[in-house]
């Protein structure tokens, strides 16, 4: 890597080095400790207050925490919301994104343009996105009526029914989020080392064979990669729910991060809130930790 | 312009130079087709673009929406075409609600605030990469560290740090709070240790300082890992919903352009038409920016494998 020679250096340049390379960073660590350090304990103190937007804050120790888990009606369906969201967007989007990337594969005339254009959704206001799919999901909108004008059926209320709520939440993220993984997969898949395609091949190696045994596990630490990013920002799901649904029907769609929303910033119990992301934040810790323990099975290092 | 992206990723890791990337070979390498072969290619083909085309249907739709009258907006059957073009809906949209304050607010948020990253994150990165001082290291770990907390967990009690400093609906509190984040600093530190220490070693024995050096000779070799990180930072800035959401309360003076849009959709009579004119609007210079600067893009995600959000 690099060849910083770590010669031990005394007197006046040394230190005239070191007063400039604080110069260099204090700007950085000011903003650091002021924006990120400070909030964090900040956060953490919180969470063992009762702690309005204004007025008085009482010190109440594990109360937030107990009343999450005891007495919040919507805490536990935010939970489960937030698990069934990632369920289904994970495996969807990192399954759809890598089909994607392996079909846009070197022969396929065009395929720069089309890899821009399944990445423009990525880069949309995602605000802009929901309206869209919003609009086409109205009773009378787009689906339902291709659907009720070429085959006669009327489709249910997407986004009033429970069930059809969350499914459109997913597929809509699926949508708006493909083109990411895309990218990171194929930039893997143009990296593969041409000398293993080749002797897989020799070998033998076709179609579906070459991809199940060469192919994925060679490109097996993008694939981790992206699992675990795309399992992260599904946990930390907000736009989508709180404009498509509002969270609703009833409270059918709202993930955790709508639930710490409304509480810090509608019902103003910032100390409930501050209590509720660090649950979220443990549970992305402890998910996280799991897959880099799983990965020792199936991702392959070269190194 | 060459719309073929991803040659470019294979000199990601050449950090040293901004070499450009091999020439596409369209048959990637590979053997001759055979008949069978070219049939299957011809299906894969189809196959991929027709995919292509259920993909952007919401978009096209959404614009061709855009061109309709409000009262033809559900008719039934749905038709793409109204019955006539209304190109004064994306006029219109303008006096619906204070959308080009919207606008205005977003780029001056987003500009403002990738000058703000660029500034910190270079300097920082040149203290952590290239110079040597004490407890650096631990420093750089601790950096390191706050990159693994979440947004959800920061805006909560940020909301009541920008109280204390009385921030709340100011473009500071729009601004300064995400522009500090340890990932730029990150990339640029990775990226500079990466230059060969002898092209300052030069300089410096004649006399430049570090400030010097760094404004003459890194910064200058630096411009595609600087370029990777503004767009990504612009895009954060640009697209970022929650924090705006949380800090603005007058949106008609500080709303930027998500918080505006999602407004709209509470204002009276719902007005879809106009909505997607807004909708499309805000697509446009997000669309451009990849589509001109889709080769630092593709880098980036290859260099650090994250992205703006």
Known sequence: ?303 | MSIDTLPAATAVFDAETDAPAEPDDRSGGREPLTKRGRVRLVFAHIAVYVAAAIFVSPIVYAFFSALKPNSEMFSMPPTLIGSEVRWSNFVDVFAYGPFLTYIGNSFFVSITGTLVVLAVSTTAGYAFGRLRWKGRDAVFVIFLATLMVPQEVLVIPMFQVMQWFGWVDTYQSLILPFAFTAFGTFLMRQFFRGIPFELEEAARVDGAGPIRSFLQIILPLAKSAVAVLSVFTFLSFWNSYLWPLIVTVDYAAHGTLPVGLASFSGLQGTRWDLQMAAAIISMVPTTVLVIVLQKHLVKGIAMAGLGGR
């Open chain 1, 1 to 303: 890597m690099s060849n910083t020679k770590q010669i031990p250096r005394r007197g006046t340049l040394a230190r005239a080095e070191s007063r400039q390379a604080l110069g260099f960073v204090s700007p950085a660590l000011a903003g650091l400790a002021l924006f990120t350090v400070v909030p964090v304990v900040l956060s953490i103190v919180m969470g063992f207050f009762n702690w309005p937007t204004f007025g008085e804050k009482t010190f109440v120790g594990l109360d937030n925490y107990v009343k999450l888990f005891t007495q919040s009606p919507d805490f536990w369906p935010a939970l489960r919301n937030t698990f069934v969201f990632a369920l289904l967007y994970v495996p969807i989007s990192v399954g759809l994104s890598l089909l994607l990337a392996i079909s846009l594969s070197a022969r396929i005339r065009g395929r720069g343009m089309l890899r821009v254009l399944f990445f423009i959704p990525v880069v949309t206001p995602m605000v802009a996105n929901v309206l869209v799919w919003k609009m086409m999901l109205q009773p009378q909108g787009l689906f339902n009526g291709l659907s009720q004008t070429w085959f006669g059926v009327e489709l249910p209320n997407f986004l009033a029914d429970p069930q059809w709520a969350m499914i459109m939440v997913v597929m809509m993220s699926v949508w708006q989020g493909l083109g990411y993984n895309m990218l990171i997969f194929s930039a893997a898949l143009e990296q593969l080392p041409e000398s293993v395609v080749e002797a897989a091949r020799i070998d033998g190696a076709r179609g579906f064979r070459m991809l199940w045994s060469v192919t994925l596990p060679m490109i097996s630490p993008s694939l981790f990669f992206a699992s675990i990013m795309t399992m992260i920002t599904a946990l930390q799901v907000f736009v989508q729910p709180q404009l498509l649904t509002g969270g609703g029907p009833g409270n059918a769609t709202q993930p955790l991060v709508q639930f710490i929303y409304n509480q810090g910033f509608k019902f103003q119990e910032l100390g409930l809130a501050a209590a509720a992301a660090w649950i979220l934040f443990a549970i992305i810790i402890v998910l996280t930790a799991l897959q880099f323990r799983a990965q020792k099975k199936w991702v392959h290092y070269e190194h």
